[in-house]
């Protein structure tokens, strides 16, 4: 007797072996067989015919550490297929989080942090794996821990290289989360204020997360101009400490850097044959999205959001400023769109910085120096200006998992506030349907592998990715032919089409395309049994 049974569909394993017709099983929250269970009893049978079977999608970059206490249905995910997030990438988590430097730490991440409702009652990575399931999630989580918030909680926002006392308290905190069952650490180096770790700082953490043989997520220093320089500065703080590394959202921005991901792939293929453990993700669109301040020169980022603003309302500095830009900056303001701002501004939303400021009367550049400042840095943009051939070439790479760099949002609730970038929405059926099916990127098998088991593995989820006997009771059902994203730029709260069923830990939380009321089987995947 099985308390669930998907019948009659086209097995894709999430291994990259070929399809096969397949049952599958599933008792106590696990698959208990997989092969002719039509004679079997069951609860529940889920008929599958003329559909695809895989594990449920593991998302190895995502920012959902705040927004599932803030909803945790986490529909936009959810919906798409996924199962398991990474969270806390990109250097920012929501843990350690000592009292006395949680508001400062909630100011430095609010990029991520979109409900200020949610409250903390939380110090550690256990607390905060509590206080998710005290709410309840519809899915599994694995949260690194972040540079950012390392740094801020051991020295607060200070810039500047690091004291030996603040790195020292870094590793200490580092290793207690490590002990607690983080799957690693990330970095923000183009984030304040770990943006101002020197190589000794860098190579004291990887050391920390080599000794414990866990990922070190690295969103690089540079996604530009110095983005080939910057995926050696990882490598070479790889090749010295022994960690895992983990290059996040493997691109460049700027037409005048399209060609160089190639390269930069390169770098990545001679350090594997060197034996050093590297690898890369990336989600398919040629647009990114980020806090519009991430667009300041470095000096301009320093000390905390306060100096930031305060910075903002003084013309001298304002003047420094555009004028760096004139040197720095890789596109142009009609490539650049308000994505969030605050109430009272939603008229900005979805214009162009340049559209923004003629409806102003005001010089593109300064317009984007008051939006930061008059939101208080909460102002985020979508990005444009990629090339689609960098992107196929980073698809194509051996060594590539999908990871959609979104958050678990409710369409409608602040998680989902503004028009965010619809990677948070449509990512994997975005991949499998328009660049997969459509585009004959690759074999369906090899896609769900990148989609599951690749990015299970670099997290060292040891029981997901895969179904086969024992594994997580993690499923996705969806038609092969019709699967496909809705969500855009100027529409982004759109579910997409052809994900039937969706079952996490052996419960249902999708079914028939729709969401199941509020079904909250996932957990916070810590400990031993997380990480391989």
């Not at 308000?338 to 409806?359: H, N, S």
């Not at 985020?380 to 990871?403: C, N, P």
Request: with cysteine.
């Amino acid at each position: 007797m099985f308390d669930l049974v998907i019948s009659g569909g086209t097995l894709v394993d999430g291994t990259g072996a070929p399809r096969t017709r397949a049952d599958v099983g599933l008792n106590a929250g696990r698959v208990a067989a997989v092969g002719d269970l039509s004679a079997a009893s069951a609860g529940r049978r889920v008929d599958a015919t003329g559909r695809i079977v895989a594990p449920g999608f593991v998302d190895i970059h995502t920012h959902s550490d705040w927004t599932i206490l803030s909803d945790g249905r986490a529909q936009s995910a959810v919906r798409q297929g996924v199962t398991a997030q990474i969270i806390g990438n990109c250097g920012m988590s929501t843990a350690p989080m000592p009292a006395a430097r949680a508001a400062d730490i909630r100011t430095t991440t609010n990029v991520v942090d979109p409900d200020p409702a949610v409250r903390v009652s939380w110090t550690d990575l256990p607390g905060y794996a509590a206080a998710v399931e005290a709410v309840g999630t519809a899915l599994n989580l694995a949260p690194l821990i972040g540079h950012v918030t390392l740094r801020v909680a051991a020295a607060g926002t200070v810039g500047g290289a690091a004291t030996p006392e603040a790195r020292a308290a870094m590793v200490r905190l580092l290793d207690e989360a490590l002990e607690a069952g983080s799957p690693g650490l990330s970095t923000g180096l183009m984030y304040p204020p770990a943006m101002y770790a020197d190589r000794a700082e860098l190579d004291a953490l990887a050391a920390t997360v080599a000794r414990h043989d866990r990922l070190f997520a690295v969103h690089m220093r540079n996604y530009n101009d110095r983005m080939v320089e910057a995926v050696e500065e990882a490598i070479t703080v790889a090749r010295a400490t022994g960690c895992r590394l983990q290059i996040s959202h493997m691109a460049v921005t700027g037409r005048r850097n399209w060609g160089k991901v190639p390269r930069a792939l390169e770098l990545v293929d001679q350090a594997r044959r060197d034996g050093i453990d590297v690898a890369q993700d990336i989600y398919p669109y040629i647009a990114g999205s980020a806090n519009l301040s991430q667009l300041l020169p470095e000096w301009a980022q320093a000390d905390g959001v306060p100096a930031i603003v305060a910075r903002l309302s003084d013309p001298a500095q304002r003047r420094r400023i555009i004028e760096d830009w004139r040197e720095i900056l890789f596109f142009g303001w009609d490539e650049v769109e308000v994505a969030l701002v605050d109430p009272g501004m939603e008229a900005d939303l979805g214009r162009t910085v340049d559209q923004v400021a003629a409806a102003r009367g005001a010089d593109p550049g300064e317009t984007a120096l008051d939006l930061i400042r008059d939101t208080e840095n909460r102002v985020m943009m979508v990005a444009y200006g990629r090339s689609e051939d960098d992107l196929l070439a980073v698809l194509r790479h051996e060594a590539t998992s999908i990871g959609s760099d979104g958050l678990a949002m409710a369409p409608d609730g602040p998680s989902g506030a503004g028009r965010p970038h619809p990677r948070n929405f449509g990512c994997y059926p975005r991949f499998l349907g328009r660049y997969v099916r459509d585009g004959g990127l690759m074999p369906l098998e090899a896609a769900i592998a990148m989609c599951t088991s690749k990015a299970a593995d670099r997290a060292g989820l040891a029981d997901r990715g895969r179904l086969a006997v024992g594994a997580a009771g993690d499923v996705v059902v969806f038609d092969e032919a019709t699967i496909l994203d809705r969500a855009t730029f100027q529409a982004p709260h759109q579910f997409p089409v052809g994900v039937e069923t969706v079952i996490v830990n052996g419960v249902v939380v999708v079914d028939g395309g729709e969401q199941l009321g509020d079904r909250r089987p996932g957990r916070v995947l810590l400990g031993a049994s997380a990480v391989r």
